[in-house]
């Protein structure tokens, strides 16, 4: 039986993609890139699709074990990487990475075998030491034989290479057509909202984007973005980094399965964001949690600022 050899392609722009760049960028970034490449090697046999076992109780468990990774941490990644349309979730029991069919190659031993003794052949037929006479191969070497077996391999090469283009075109052009698609509805939903809403979908990627704005309701994040002034970034960031607001580390138990743009943006919330209350923590949450203030954030508030949030509503 003949063996067969995988290889995955990195292609040179591969850092410069928008969303590997998006990615790197967050907080452990370059952790999520390291998934996102173990991913591809796990899934490179199945032409870049994982299958759900059932060993773990969901299927980012079952990755995280398989790849000996921190199960938040492959979370985050299949988010970002569902976000930027880099993984496709066919079923709850199967996940097809978009761009592994593109940088993949194989080769069985037998076309590996013969592909090293034809490069032996052609070095040994070109002179040596400045000697006319060529160093012919011995003769156990069956070349009639070669030649016979090699007609057949590469009518079925032919035909494969044929089926693939064709297959990888039409995988191209779904792929377009979505992407097209996505990036329109994108937009529309873009020009409707206000920069916060907009610089709230693109940096807090673990909770659910917003897509429409009411008067009522842009009245109230205009009145407190207009506190937080610059760092409305950062304050987002936080919220990001959070793996009780996301509901990364499983407590969050209001209803939801974690936090969302509304209850970040209720006054009180916001103070007790801006104040620390929900960061990571070392020690379990049973412990009394510590009160943490970051200098730089609040150093901007004053007591009259945070009860003048209190004042707003968003319900």
């Not at 790197?24 to 490179?44: A, C, F, H």
């Not at 940088?103 to 034809?118: F, L, P, Y």
């Given at each position: 039986m003949q063996k067969k050899y995988f290889w995955l392609k990195l292609k040179k722009d591969f850092f410069n993609q928008k969303g590997i760049k998006k990615m790197?960028?967050?907080?452990?970034?370059?952790?999520?890139?390291?998934?996102?490449?173990?991913?591809?090697?796990?899934?490179?046999m199945d032409n870049g699709t994982l299958f759900y076992e059932g060993i773990e109780e969901d299927f980012a468990s079952e990755i995280a074990l398989a790849l000996d990774e921190d199960e938040s941490a492959v979370r985050t990644t299949l988010k970002m990487l569902e976000h930027c349309g880099l993984v496709e979730r066919i079923?709850?029991?199967?996940?097809?990475?978009?761009?592994?069919?593109?940088?993949?190659?194989?080769?069985?031993?037998?076309?590996?075998?013969?592909?090293?003794?034809?490069?032996?052949?052609?070095?040994?037929?070109?002179p040596q030491n400045n000697n006319v006479t060529c160093v012919l191969p011995t003769v156990t070497k069956c070349y009639p034989e070669i030649e016979l077996e090699q007609e057949p391999n590469s009518e079925i090469k032919e035909d494969t290479d044929k089926k693939l283009y064709s297959e990888r075109k039409e995988k191209?052009?779904?792929?377009?057509?979505?992407?097209?698609?996505?990036?329109?509805?994108?937009?529309?939903?873009?020009?409707?909202?206000?920069?916060?809403?907009?610089?709230?979908?693109?940096?807090?990627?673990?909770?659910?984007?917003?897509?429409?704005?009411?008067?009522?309701?842009?009245?109230?994040?205009?009145?407190?973005?207009?506190?937080?002034?610059?760092?409305?970034?950062?304050?987002?960031?936080?919220?990001?980094?959070?793996?009780?607001?996301?509901?990364?580390?499983?407590?969050?138990?209001?209803?939801?399965?974690q936090a969302n743009f509304d209850w970040i943006m209720k006054p009180d919330n916001i103070a007790h964001i801006l104040q620390g209350r929900y960061d990571n923590h070392s020690e379990k949450r049973s412990n009394p949690v510590k009160k943490r203030q970051n200098p730089r954030i609040l150093s901007s508030f004053t007591d009259e600022d945070l009860m003048d949030l209190s004042k707003f509503s968003l319900y």
């Open positions: 790197r960028k967050m907080p452990n970034g370059d952790t999520y890139v390291i998934i996102y490449l173990k991913m591809q090697l796990m899934s490179i079923s709850d029991s199967e996940l097809f990475l978009t761009k592994v069919p593109e940088v993949i190659g194989s080769e069985t031993d037998k076309a590996s075998a013969m592909r090293k003794r034809r490069a032996e052949e052609k070095i040994s037929k070109e191209e052009e779904k792929e377009k057509k979505e992407a097209k698609e996505a990036k329109e509805e994108t937009k529309s939903i873009s020009e409707d909202l206000p920069k916060e809403a907009v610089l709230f979908n693109s940096i807090c990627l673990s909770l659910p984007p917003v897509k429409k704005m009411t008067e009522l309701r842009r009245e109230k994040v205009q009145a407190a973005s207009e506190l937080l002034g610059d760092e409305i970034e950062t304050f987002f960031s936080r919220v990001e980094q959070s793996d009780f607001l996301t509901g990364r580390n499983g407590e969050w138990n209001t209803g939801e399965t």
